[in-house]
């Protein structure tokens, strides 16, 4: 026979269990209701150095041309950090809700490497790749559109070359051609015709 | 949803892929709206075929299994069939047919000659079959044709269709043979046909294992021509053209390790020459733009290569389509292919949902690229061609502007165009009225392909052709 007082101790434990384990799942709830929703767009690290007015060459789907955009960024005076800052300014916008040339969540640049003399390396990753559309427009404008950007706001840039993931890739989505070495005044010659 | 979203599967898989390989047995069913080809198997000697596989596209349909008992609902109407027994019950009547019934792994199959009495009961609608041939014809679909000699010089023998019709010809000495494939084609009253003409002297019909096969015999070689919106199709015998075409464009080519001007040319004998390459882009596995969730980029552009063929050859340009069937073609191959042929110009073709009308390309190059050695750098084997190049993509793109179809003109770093040798353009097809179905539309695909055509003959001086 379990005497009475331990028969009330262990009910009012088990009604504490019950209280707290609907109290946790309420505040887990609302923890959830109210985490922000996970944000695509790159981690972009504080950038330090002057605020700067740069051209951004944005790619716009709906006419497929490229638009000079004037855009004042903080840019450091490395050479290569203001090449991750441009990028990275670029992909803001197209990572960016009304995004007038939409990349996949995700899509990142993992690396800007400059050697000399003006070539510069770009390293995107597996994701700007693999889920970027397929299309000769679409992924032209996203190559011109990075070169563009980074020959016009760093001088003596020269040649660009893409690497995905470190590696090197025949295509973009399938037509714009990455195993090449693209030539930075030919590229403007063709960002002209496109604008 | 699940029967829907399974039919739906069946339907589109079978419309894309290629009907059948020509080694395995099949049946083709012709209805309205849908053609599918399924595999025939042999069971003690006898053909069978899945009767749940022959219905599912046509109609609302299930199936499930009692014991040895499989019944069968399609749209509003019950069958039930019984293990090893020749005699089902077929919405309310009994009725035997040759041969029993086998339950394989959930699958019912049928006897191939049962069909013919099975399926008009269970369909509730007319059927025709040609166990021979494998052909079944659901409703009125036939597509009729007559052929007509027309005495002029040459003589032409006009073929009219019933309903636009897309075969693959293939030529050999003496002969063109059309193969339907996909169209619901019945022959004519008798299966040969005489023409009193020595250069077409006659027409035969065959129709073997789905596929409808009309050859026509000649005594010179034959070429076909398409009009009419794919209702007619005209063989006459091939112009009498100099051999020019073919030295031009070894000539005017300049392939990888070509020797240089002073140096002694060599003009390759044993290679076949083609005037024009044709290279509908992506293939296999590479499916390229998802057009739409049943429609891939690699499949408008073999069917915009294949009407482009035959617009060339119709002009009497020999033309080499870099594949004919749905395969992966690696970019470098392409190319070096392209460079091989010596052909005189390369026509790379894409497809794109975006945007209107047909967007023209060249090569995109470093400024100043040189080739002037006797060796080419493959990655700007285009720079020498690139002014022909691009005097060609205006040509097209002035003649894609007179038939007013909306055309914009760009360099792309677009590969393998920078490795080809010769001149080299890149067509991509958008829908004319942003409606992504224009892409498929026989009319929007032969104006395109015309145009193409057109312009390209008309600068053949310009290319390195004949005079």
């Given at each position: 026979m379990i005497p009475r007082h331990l028969q009330i101790a262990v009910g009012i434990l088990l009604l504490a269990v019950l209280g707290m384990g609907f109290y946790v799942g309420r505040i887990r709830g609302r923890a959830e209701q109210t985490e922000p929703a996970a944000d695509a767009r790159?981690?972009?690290?504080?950038?330090?150095?002057?605020?700067?007015?740069?051209?951004?060459y944005i790619a716009n789907d709906a006419g497929g041309i490229l638009r000079a955009q004037a855009a004042s960024i903080p840019l450091p005076s490395a050479r290569q950090q203001r090449a991750e800052e441009l990028l990275r300014a670029l992909l803001d916008i197209y990572l960016g809700k009304d995004s007038p040339h939409p990349l996949a969540a995700g899509s990142d640049v993992r690396a800007v490497y400059l050697v000399d003399p003006?070539?510069?390396?770009?390293?995107?990753?597996?994701?700007?790749?693999?889920?970027?559309?397929?299309?000769?427009?679409?992924?032209?404008l996203t190559v011109t559109s990075i070169i563009q950007t980074l020959a016009a706001n760093i001088p003596d840039i020269l040649r660009v070359k893409f690497l995905v993931e470190g590696k090197e890739r025949e295509t973009l989505a399938g037509h714009a051609d990455l195993s090449t070495m693209y030539d930075t005044i030919a590229v403007s010659q063709l960002v002209a015709q496109m604008q | 949803m699940r029967a829907t979203m399974r039919i739906l599967v069946l339907v589109l898989t079978l419309s894309i892929l290629p009907l059948h390989s020509a080694d395995e047995k099949h049946i083709v069913i012709y209805a309205p709206g849908t053609t599918f080809s399924l595999p025939v198997t042999d069971r003690d000697g006898r053909e069978y075929v899945g009767l749940l596989e022959c219905v599912e596209p046509l109609g609302t349909v299930s199936a499930h299994i009692d014991g040895t008992h499989w019944k069968l609902r399609y749209n509003d109407g019950e069958s039930e069939f019984t293990a090893d027994k020749n005699r089902a019950k077929v919405r309310g009547h009994e009725m035997d047919f040759p041969g029993n019934f086998l339950l394989e792994d959930s699958r019912g199959l049928v006897p191939l000659v049962s069909l013919g009495t099975l399926l008009p009961r269970i369909l509730n609608t007319s059927v025709s079959f040609n166990p021979v041939s494998r052909r079944l014809f659901v409703g009125n679909v036939a597509t009729h044709f007559t052929a007509q000699l027309s005495k002029t010089t040459p003589p032409r023998l006009v073929m009219n269709f019933t309903a636009p019709v897309n075969p693959t010809i293939a030529t050999e000495p003496g002969r063109l043979r059309m193969s339907f494939t996909r169209e619901p084609l019945v022959g004519p009253g008798t299966p040969t046909l005489t023409f009193d003409d020595k250069s077409i002297p006659s027409a035969t019909y065959v129709e073997n294992n789905g596929v409808a096969e009309v050859t026509v015999n000649g005594g010179a070689p034959l070429m076909a021509s398409f009009s009419n919106d794919g209702r007619t199709i005209t063989v006459a015998p091939v112009p009498q053209q100099p051999a020019a075409p073919a030295q031009a464009a070894a000539a005017a080519s300049n392939g990888p390790a070509t020797p240089a001007a002073n140096a002694p040319k060599v003009v390759p004998t044993s290679a076949p020459h083609y005037y024009a390459v044709i290279d509908p882009s992506h293939g296999g596995d590479d499916r390229?733009?998802?057009?739409?969730d049943a429609l891939a980029e690699k499949d408008v552009t073999l069917a915009l290569a294949r009407r482009l063929r035959q617009e060339f050859e119709s002009?009497?340009?020999?033309?080499?389509?870099?594949?004919?069937?749905?395969?992966?073609?690696?970019?470098d191959e392409r190319a070096a292919q392209a460079n091989t042929a010596h052909a005189t110009i390369y026509v790379s073709l894409h497809a794109a949902s975006d945007g209107k009308g047909v967007r023209l390309y060249t090569a995109l190059l470093p400024s100043g690229a040189e080739n002037n050695g006797p060796f080419v750098a493959w990655d700007t084997a285009q720079t020498r061609a690139l002014p022909i190049s691009k005097a060609a993509a205006q040509n097209v793109a002035a003649e894609f502007q007179r038939r007013q179809l909306p055309i914009r003109t760009l360099q792309a770093p677009l590969r393998p165009l920078n490795n080809v040798t010769t001149a080299a353009i890149a067509v991509e097809v958008a829908p004319a009225s942003g409606d992504i179905a224009d892409l498929t539309q026989p009319a929007y695909q032969q104006n395109v392909a015309s145009g193409i055509a057109t312009a390209i003959a008309a600068m053949h001086n310009q290319l390195g052709g004949p005079p």
């Amino acid at each position: 026979m379990i005497p009475r007082h331990l028969q009330i101790a262990v009910g009012i434990l088990l009604l504490a269990v019950l209280g707290m384990g609907f109290y946790v799942g309420r505040i887990r709830g609302r923890a959830e209701q109210t985490e922000p929703a996970a944000d695509a767009r790159p981690v972009a690290p504080p950038a330090p150095g002057p605020t700067e007015r740069v051209t951004l060459y944005i790619a716009n789907d709906a006419g497929g041309i490229l638009r000079a955009q004037a855009a004042s960024i903080p840019l450091p005076s490395a050479r290569q950090q203001r090449a991750e800052e441009l990028l990275r300014a670029l992909l803001d916008i197209y990572l960016g809700k009304d995004s007038p040339h939409p990349l996949a969540a995700g899509s990142d640049v993992r690396a800007v490497y400059l050697v000399d003399p003006g070539l510069v390396v770009i390293d995107l990753n597996a994701v700007f790749a693999n889920a970027h559309r397929s299309g000769v427009l679409e992924e032209e404008l996203t190559v011109t559109s990075i070169i563009q950007t980074l020959a016009a706001n760093i001088p003596d840039i020269l040649r660009v070359k893409f690497l995905v993931e470190g590696k090197e890739r025949e295509t973009l989505a399938g037509h714009a051609d990455l195993s090449t070495m693209y030539d930075t005044i030919a590229v403007s010659q063709l960002v002209a015709q496109m604008q | 949803m699940r029967a829907t979203m399974r039919i739906l599967v069946l339907v589109l898989t079978l419309s894309i892929l290629p009907l059948h390989s020509a080694d395995e047995k099949h049946i083709v069913i012709y209805a309205p709206g849908t053609t599918f080809s399924l595999p025939v198997t042999d069971r003690d000697g006898r053909e069978y075929v899945g009767l749940l596989e022959c219905v599912e596209p046509l109609g609302t349909v299930s199936a499930h299994i009692d014991g040895t008992h499989w019944k069968l609902r399609y749209n509003d109407g019950e069958s039930e069939f019984t293990a090893d027994k020749n005699r089902a019950k077929v919405r309310g009547h009994e009725m035997d047919f040759p041969g029993n019934f086998l339950l394989e792994d959930s699958r019912g199959l049928v006897p191939l000659v049962s069909l013919g009495t099975l399926l008009p009961r269970i369909l509730n609608t007319s059927v025709s079959f040609n166990p021979v041939s494998r052909r079944l014809f659901v409703g009125n679909v036939a597509t009729h044709f007559t052929a007509q000699l027309s005495k002029t010089t040459p003589p032409r023998l006009v073929m009219n269709f019933t309903a636009p019709v897309n075969p693959t010809i293939a030529t050999e000495p003496g002969r063109l043979r059309m193969s339907f494939t996909r169209e619901p084609l019945v022959g004519p009253g008798t299966p040969t046909l005489t023409f009193d003409d020595k250069s077409i002297p006659s027409a035969t019909y065959v129709e073997n294992n789905g596929v409808a096969e009309v050859t026509v015999n000649g005594g010179a070689p034959l070429m076909a021509s398409f009009s009419n919106d794919g209702r007619t199709i005209t063989v006459a015998p091939v112009p009498q053209q100099p051999a020019a075409p073919a030295q031009a464009a070894a000539a005017a080519s300049n392939g990888p390790a070509t020797p240089a001007a002073n140096a002694p040319k060599v003009v390759p004998t044993s290679a076949p020459h083609y005037y024009a390459v044709i290279d509908p882009s992506h293939g296999g596995d590479d499916r390229g733009v998802a057009l739409s969730d049943a429609l891939a980029e690699k499949d408008v552009t073999l069917a915009l290569a294949r009407r482009l063929r035959q617009e060339f050859e119709s002009r009497g340009i020999p033309t080499l389509v870099l594949r004919d069937s749905d395969i992966n073609v690696p970019l470098d191959e392409r190319a070096a292919q392209a460079n091989t042929a010596h052909a005189t110009i390369y026509v790379s073709l894409h497809a794109a949902s975006d945007g209107k009308g047909v967007r023209l390309y060249t090569a995109l190059l470093p400024s100043g690229a040189e080739n002037n050695g006797p060796f080419v750098a493959w990655d700007t084997a285009q720079t020498r061609a690139l002014p022909i190049s691009k005097a060609a993509a205006q040509n097209v793109a002035a003649e894609f502007q007179r038939r007013q179809l909306p055309i914009r003109t760009l360099q792309a770093p677009l590969r393998p165009l920078n490795n080809v040798t010769t001149a080299a353009i890149a067509v991509e097809v958008a829908p004319a009225s942003g409606d992504i179905a224009d892409l498929t539309q026989p009319a929007y695909q032969q104006n395109v392909a015309s145009g193409i055509a057109t312009a390209i003959a008309a600068m053949h001086n310009q290319l390195g052709g004949p005079p």
